[in-house]
């Protein structure tokens, strides 16, 4: 039996819920839904995962070393590591804060019963007993029982897997982490804060590792394979320097410090770390919330983005653009009955909302709703049993309300009628004469509910079949003002754009293909998709606009494109998009959608802007390109350092470099351009294989820096002699060094742009001032001397410069065809 409608019936049987009293007796208790924030990490674990790392610790250790054997000017790559990890922390503090202020409007706010009134709160503030509201696209917060329902439909497949909604009745439990996708109630909560499901669910899962990244992926891949080749180089290094300098212990530590810092990438991680907290803050401001930080980097990686039309290409609201009678039906009739079904709702759609804004309650004409059955999106239709005036004056009387099954009369003209209202496709029968003037009206973009009688009760699972058609409300949706530029910019960069709608297609079709939607004028009705994996797969591979797609649909449609290669992004503000948000690779939610979908979303447009997308894209490219830029000259330095050191073992002689040399070249070459390189604006399409595309580079370089600076070593050993020789050839070496690594810095910096070449210029005139200042050649130990070996060095270097230059052109050219 259809159970009576609160607005119907009056509030008899409603809880009032707790009282004042016992709300702060519960808050006394601790009886609080205190739960942490999703949006951000803790600023104890920032500076925690910031400070203690393995090569911190590694890097630590050698700093200490250094401060007791050595003078200060070899230790200050200890200073440096301490001013990059603070830089680190504070950006990140910085995106924290953003997160946060941003989660705030973004959170969810149940509605709780409280002295019997209603009213929204924050999540933090449910408290044990409270009776907290649902209705539809409500999220579970805390877990609870079920007191009141009204066609209750629960999704619990975000907790269980299983993808069917579950219909509750009083009594039964309900989860936090589950959502509404029909009808309406309230459940009294009886487990709150991390006593609840989702929030135990929450905490064995750890913040910012949702979403897969290829970069922090392949940048643990890196730091793994240093780790491997350092240990090894280390331990031979440490045992040829002291062989080496057994008169010179002090000496020999100092050397072996030099030859193992530069080996560590010990800037990568940290701005990486830098440059997706930045891309946080730089979203933020466009009041987009970025709950998870990889999500940034995954946005920019999608080939495919997945829309749902309302609320994304059309703005949420919608207005009624004419009434339609059937046969002759009463126009007057027909709008007193729209009017009793808005007012049926409590939480009424975009498309009741529309209906209810034409026609107030106050114009319901007697009409009053005794049930009703909430919109459903996976049956595309509600309705309500209403008491009220007989048929219609001067209708026909076929098509006018009669009596049978779900009727009644009183006797005196009024009496009990079941409407529904939904869509004409569904509750028609195919080849019915009405659809092809509702295939007309959708061919020109505009959205179509049937009013009809049914024959049966409400509660009758053939609720839908046996209806007498009554009227159409012809709704006009709104384009987006910016949807048709979004839509171009993801053409331009191959991107390919599938939107998928619980609408009719032809009115999805017609909608897409104003905004310039290529192949919208082909739209494709999701009912005659092959349910099988591989042959949708195929079907959705020609298609671009898909509509009556149920919300399972959406998810194996989601599932379909990711099972053929794709990377899929899923945008959505309804109920029924949560599933599909979940399954995609990326889900984006709109700020204004149901609680649930932004929940399950890794991206959330708070300002409901679809236009803001270009800018995540943006942002994920910029990360990611310039993070590749910056782990190549990382890498080349970790690859010259490990064969430095291993052709100075091979060869049983010092090592050329104390650490204040590396340090110098670090910073001038890697550590202050990488900065700004990580930071820059890059447009640059993303490519996969981040490690791959990095070693194809970084190892070639690295070679060629590397054989070319023992070359020049090797021509000073045997050219100076006598006291000082040491520092004259490691002099040479490093000017060597230097050229080589200012070379890499210009290749990796193409294609130049002014900035770029004052950064580049600016490096080369720091080595040069170092090198004419006397005071700076004794504190980094560099002094040339002679003209013959300093020209010598820079010819090697400039050998090394071609070699360079052959070896990138060729890795480009033998570059897989998808990384170019």
């Excluded at 100076?720 to 520092?727: E, I, P, V």
């Amino acid at each position: 039996m259809t159970e009576p409608t609160p607005g119907a019936e009056g509030s008899a049987g409603r809880g009032r819920g707790l009282s004042a009293a016992e709300v702060a007796g519960a808050v006394a208790r601790g009886e609080v839904n205190d739960v942490p924030a999703r949006s951000s990490r803790s600023t104890r674990e920032i500076v925690r995962t910031n400070v203690l790392t393995r090569f911190n610790a590694l890097i630590g250790g050698l700093f200490a070393v250094i401060l007791v054997v050595g003078p200060i000017q070899d230790s200050f790559f200890g200073f440096i590591i301490v001013a990059n990890t603070a830089i680190g922390i504070v950006q990140e503090l910085r995106a924290k804060r953003t997160l946060d202020s941003l989660a705030v409007v973004g959170e969810a706010r149940p509605r709780v019963r409280r002295d019997g009134e209603s009213a929204e709160v924050h999540a933090s503030d449910v408290v044990l007993g409270d009776l907290v509201e649902l209705g539809p696209g409500d999220k579970v917060v805390v877990d609870g029982t079920i007191a009141e329902a009204e066609h209750l439909e629960i999704d619990e497949s975000l907790l269980t897997g299983e993808a069917d909604p579950v219909l509750k009745h009083p009594g039964d439990e309900v989860m936090s982490g589950s959502f509404v996708v029909a009808g309406r109630g309230a459940f009294t909560a009886t487990k709150v804060g991390r006593q609840a499901y989702a929030a135990q669910l929450a905490e064995e899962a750890a913040r910012f590792t949702l979403v897969d990244s290829e970069l922090r992926n392949g940048i643990g891949r890196i730091l793994k394979y240093v780790a491997w080749v350092m240990v090894p180089t280390a331990i031979g290094l440490i045992i040829s320097q002291f062989t080496v300098g057994r008169h010179d212990v002090r000496g020999a530590v100092r050397r072996t410090v030099g030859g193992i810092v530069p080996i560590v990438p010990e800037g990568l991680v940290l701005l990486t770390s830098i440059a997706f907290a930045i891309g946080v803050i730089r979203l933020g401001r466009r009041n987009c919330l970025v709950q998870e930080l990889p999500a940034i980097e995954g946005l920019a990686r999608v080939d495919v983005v997945c829309l749902d039309k309302t609320g994304t290409l059309t703005e949420g609201g919608m207005s009624v653009n004419e009434l339609r009678p059937v046969r002759g039906a009463d126009l007057g009739y027909a709008r007193g009955v729209l009017a009793a079904l808005g007012a049926a709702d409590p939480r009424p759609n975009a498309s009741l909302r529309a209906i209810i804004a034409a026609y107030p309650p106050s114009d319901a004409g007697g009409w009053r709703p005794v049930a009703a059955l909430p919109f459903s999106s996976a049956r595309t239709f509600g309705g309500a049993t209403l008491t009220g005036p007989g048929p219609g004056p001067g209708s026909d009387p076929g098509a006018g309300p009669g009596t049978g099954p779900g009727q009644g009369t009183d006797g005196s003209g009024s009496g009990t009628t079941t409407w529904l209202l939904g869509a004409p496709d569904v509750l028609l029968p195919a080849g019915h004469p009405l659809l092809a003037e509702v295939e007309r009206l959708g061919a020109d973009g505009l959205r179509v509910l049937l009013l009809a009688v049914a024959e049966r009760d409400l509660d009758d699972e053939r609720v839908a079949s046996d209806l007498t058609p009554y009227a159409l409300v012809v709704l006009e949706q709104r384009l987006r003002a910016d949807a048709a530029d979004t839509l171009r910019y993801f053409a331009e960069e191959r991107i390919e754009v599938k939107v998928i709608s619980g609408d009719n297609p032809v009115s999805v079709g017609a909608v897409a293909a104003r905004l310039g939607l290529p192949g919208a004028e082909h739209p494709v009705d999701a009912r005659e998709l092959p349910a099988e994996r591989r042959a949708m797969a195929a079907a959705l591979e020609g298609g671009s606009v898909f509509g009556r797609v149920t919300p399972r649909q959406k998810r194996e449609m989601v599932g379909a494109l990711r099972a053929g290669g794709h990377l899929v992004a899923m945008t959505g503000d309804g109920v029924n998009d949560v599933l599909a948000l979940k399954d995609a690779d990326i889900g984006v939610a709109m700020g204004a959608g149901s609680e649930a979908t932004r929940a399950v979303a890794q991206i959330v447009l708070l300002d409901n802007s679809f236009a803001a997308l270009p800018s995540v894209v943006a942002e994920g490219r910029r990360v990611i390109g310039n993070i590749t830029r910056v782990a190549t000259l990382f890498l080349t330095k970790t690859v010259f350092s490990v064969l430095l050191a291993l052709l100075v073992v091979f060869w049983q002689i010092p090592y050329p470099f104390l650490p204040r040399h590396l340090t110098l070249l670090s910073t001038l070459t890697i550590g202050i351009p990488a900065f700004f390189l990580a930071l820059a604006p890059n447009t640059e399409r993303a490519r996969p294989r981040f490690v791959h595309r990095v070693l194809r580079y970084a190892v070639p370089s690295g070679v060629v820096c590397g054989v070319a600076t023992f070359i020049t070593y090797l021509t000073a050993r045997h050219h100076y002699t006598g006291a000082g020789a040491l520092g004259a050839e490691a002099s040479a070496a490093t000017l060597t060094l230097f050229l080589l690594e200012v070379w890499v810095l210009a290749i990796v910096a193409r294609p130049y742009t002014f900035w770029r070449i004052v950064l580049l210029l600016a490096m080369g005139a720091g080595f040069l001032v170092v090198l004419a200042t006397p005071w700076l050649q004794r504190y980094f130990a560099l002094r040339l001397v002679g003209m013959e070996l300093p020209w010598t060095a820079v010819g090697i270097a400039a050998v090394g410069a071609v070699a360079l230059e052959i070896a990138w052109s060729w890795v480009r050219r033998h570059e897989p065809p998808d990384e170019s």
